[in-house]
C-alpha cells in the first residue's frame, strides 16, 4: 500500500493484551458473587459500553453495581478488579520504532473508560510512552468506534485527510468504520503481519 502519512492504532488486543474474564471474576470475588452475574451485568449489557462512552463516571460505575448487590463497594478496589487485566504485547515495539524511523506521526484510538485508562497510565506500558498524539479516547469524546463521527474527529486532530491515515485495530467492523471513513485499515492479528505491512513504506 501506499505509505500513509499518520497511522492511528487501537489500543486493546494490538498494544496490549487484556481479558474482560479476570475483570469478571475479580469484581465477583471482591463483591461476594458468581462471575457470571458480573458478566451479565456489566460485558453482556450496555453497562459497560455506557462507561467507555463516558456516560457514566467512575463513581457513578460503582454506585449501580453497589446498589445491584446491596453492598458497599470501595471505589479504589472495585477499579483494581475491573482494571488489572492488561498484559503488554512487547512485539509492537519494534513496529513502533520502525513506523517513528520513517518519521510517520502516530495516534491512539480507543474504546476504553476512565478506569483502563487510568489504570494504563499508571503501570508505565513502554507501548504507551510517548509514541502517540492525539490519544482519542472514547470515554473523553464520548463516542465509540465504528461510530462515523470519531473517525472524522481522529482526521481532524492529526490534520491529515482521511485518504493519509492507516489505521489497525482487532475487530473488523472498526476497521470497516474506518475504511467507510476513506482511510486505509487493515485488521490486525499480529506484530509481524503488521511488521510485514509497514516494511513496505
Not at 56 to 65: C, H, P
Not at 118 to 141: A, C, H, R, T
Request: proline residues 5%; hydrophobic residues 45%; negative net charge.
Amino acid at each position: 500500500m501506499q505509505r500513509p502519512e499518520f497511522v492511528y492504532f487501537d489500543l486493546g488486543n494490538v498494544l496490549l493484551y487484556f481479558d474482560h474474564g479476570i475483570a469478571a471474576r475479580s469484581m465477583a470475588k471482591l463483591i461476594g458473587v458468581e462471575p457470571d452475574e458480573i458478566k451479565r451485568l456489566v460485558f453482556d449489557s450496555d453497562f459497560q459500553l455506557a462507561y467507555e462512552r463516558g456516560e457514566l463516571t467512575s463513581q457513578e460505575f460503582a454506585a449501580i453495581l453497589s446498589e445491584k448487590f446491596k453492598k458497599d463497594i470501595p471505589l479504589e478496589d472495585l477499579m483494581v478488579a475491573a482494571s488489572d487485566i492488561f498484559v503488554p504485547n512487547m512485539h509492537m515495539l519494534p513496529v513502533l520504532e520502525k513506523i517513528r524511523s520513517l518519521k510517520i506521526p502516530m495516534g491512539l484510538l480507543s474504546n476504553t473508560c476512565d478506569a483502563h485508562w487510568n489504570w494504563i497510565l499508571k503501570m508505565g506500558y513502554p507501548q504507551l510512552q510517548g509514541w502517540f498524539d492525539p490519544l482519542v479516547l472514547s470515554f473523553e469524546v464520548q463516542m465509540m468506534k465504528p461510530e462515523p463521527e470519531i473517525y472524522h474527529l481522529c482526521a481532524e486532530l492529526a490534520e491529515i485527510h482521511p485518504e493519509g491515515i492507516f489505521f489497525t485495530d482487532d475487530r473488523q467492523e472498526n476497521v470497516q468504520g474506518a475504511i467507510d471513513a476513506g482511510w486505509n485499515a487493515a485488521v490486525f492479528t499480529s506484530a509481524d503481519r503488521l511488521m510485514d505491512t509497514v516494511s513496505t513504506w
